[in-house]
């Protein structure tokens, strides 16, 4: 290895080591108020599997539809999210699609606002997710969705038209955002 590309390796690491530094003193610091418990940790990229449900609730009117993401802690303890997934679409053969994505309340749901959800192992936080297919669609395939809206993403089967590549979603909640 060069000196240069040592160097770049060690910049590297350090700001992955602040960063989740800084994630590790953000969820810490978003703990209960006077509890004395200490808050969770950030949920790590491998401890979460994130799935789509309808929860009970049929999401379809007026030409939009929906359905909840569920993000289920796999891990073996306890960790926290908080905030709004990342999303993006992909087209067929996983092409990248150009998607608008914005946070806040769905035709469906009210925005519970970015909040630490804490997820003990097996546990599952929901977020509402909305778009439309009245006017030009594009044709998604499939559906990237990053729990906590950094790189790790998982991908999903999401085989539908979708205006403009436009997406509504609301934040992390424990139980599945509530009607508007």
């Given at each position: ?145 990053s729990p906590s809206g950094g790189n790790a993403h998982s991908i999903l089967a999401f085989d539908k038209d979708v205006d403009g590549a436009a997406l509504s979603v609301t934040a ?9």
């Amino acid at each position: 290895m060069t000196i240069r590309g040592l160097r770049t390796a060690v910049t590297v690491t350090a700001a992955v080591v602040l960063a989740a530094g800084a994630s590790a003193g953000i969820a810490a610091a978003a703990g209960p108020a006077g509890s004395g418990a200490a808050a969770a940790g950030s949920c790590g990229p491998g401890a979460l599997k994130v799935t789509t449900t309808s929860a009970g609730s049929d999401q379809a009117g007026m030409n939009h539809e929906g359905t909840y993401l569920r993000v289920t802690n796999t891990g073996k303890s306890t960790c926290a999210i908080s905030g709004y997934p990342g999303l993006a679409l992909e087209g067929a053969g996983h092409s990248a699609m150009k998607t608008t994505v914005h946070r806040g309340d769905t035709y469906f749901a009210q925005d519970p606002g970015a909040h630490q959800v804490t997820l003990k192992p097996g546990k599952s936080a929901y977020a509402d997710l909305v778009w439309t297919h009245a006017g030009p669609s594009a044709k998604a395939k499939y559906l990237q969705v990053s729990p906590s809206g950094g790189n790790a993403h998982s991908i999903l089967a999401f085989d539908k038209d979708v205006d403009g590549a436009a997406l509504s979603v609301t934040a992390w909640s424990a139980t599945p955002p509530g009607a508007s």
